[in-house]
């Protein structure tokens, strides 16, 4: 339950990341630019865990975002940040399934239009928008404030962003039980552990890769 405690240090509704969310908002990219961003996601988590390449790429369909982004799916650092936090779980074999931080963070955000954040859950919102954005968010006035929150409400913050996590779960966001892959990506011969042998089927004309499952 979100927290408004008597004594809590208000969130003011004009903080709500206008340069960062509102703004982006107004650009109204389709769907092939946040294909395009995901994929640019997965090649960059790719070239920094080489041997998590092909897990990487047959993830695509997971890091779909959900109904939780379905009003921000045109801004490209939300779909960069979502992408990249599932990569990052991927790459440790981590739980894909809880909400990841930009998920929480526009829910709160959503939020603080309606009602005033106060305690807990205003410091999980500077928390959320800190970790989802931060080379866009960090600046000194924020982590100043961010870290009062942090001094006030630690323990609290961190059990409200658990149950929030827990309770935006995605039970089907997770790798498909079976993958099947003919050692070729995007049309290139790859070593990938979903290929049906190690010897890859032959190339077939195509004009597009294969899609990622």
């Not at 009602?115 to 410091?123: D, E, T």
């Not at 409200?160 to 935006?168: C, I, N, Q």
């Not at 995605?170 to 010897?199: E, F, M, N, P, Q």
Request: proline share 7%.
């Amino acid at each position: 339950m979100i927290d408004s405690a008597p004594g809590g240090v208000l969130v003011d509704p004009p903080i709500t990341l206008t340069t960062i969310l509102d703004e982006t908002l107004a650009d109204q990219a389709g769907p092939m630019n946040a294909m395009a961003w995901t994929d640019a996601e997965i090649d960059t988590a790719a070239a920094a865990a080489p041997s998590h390449a092909d897990i990487f790429f047959h993830s695509f369909g997971l890091l779909r975002p959900g109904p939780q982004l379905a009003a921000v799916m045109t801004s490209e650092l939300v779909i960069r940040s979502h992408a990249r936090e599932l990569l990052a779980r991927l790459s440790t074999g981590a739980d894909t399934r809880p909400a990841t931080a930009v998920e929480l963070f526009v829910a709160l955000h959503h939020t603080g239009r309606r009602v005033p954040l106060h305690g807990a859950a205003a410091g999980l919102y500077f928390r959320l928008l800190l970790s989802a954005f931060p080379g866009q968010s960090a600046t000194a006035g924020l982590a100043d404030r961010q870290g009062h929150y942090e001094s006030l409400y630690r323990d609290r913050i961190d059990d409200l962003e658990e149950d929030l996590r827990r309770r935006f779960t995605d039970a089907h966001r997770t790798l498909a039980a079976t993958i099947t892959c003919t050692g070729r990506h995007h049309g290139d011969l790859v070593a990938c552990r979903y290929a049906a042998s190690t010897r890859p089927l032959p190339e077939r004309p195509q004009t597009a890769g294969p899609p990622r499952m």
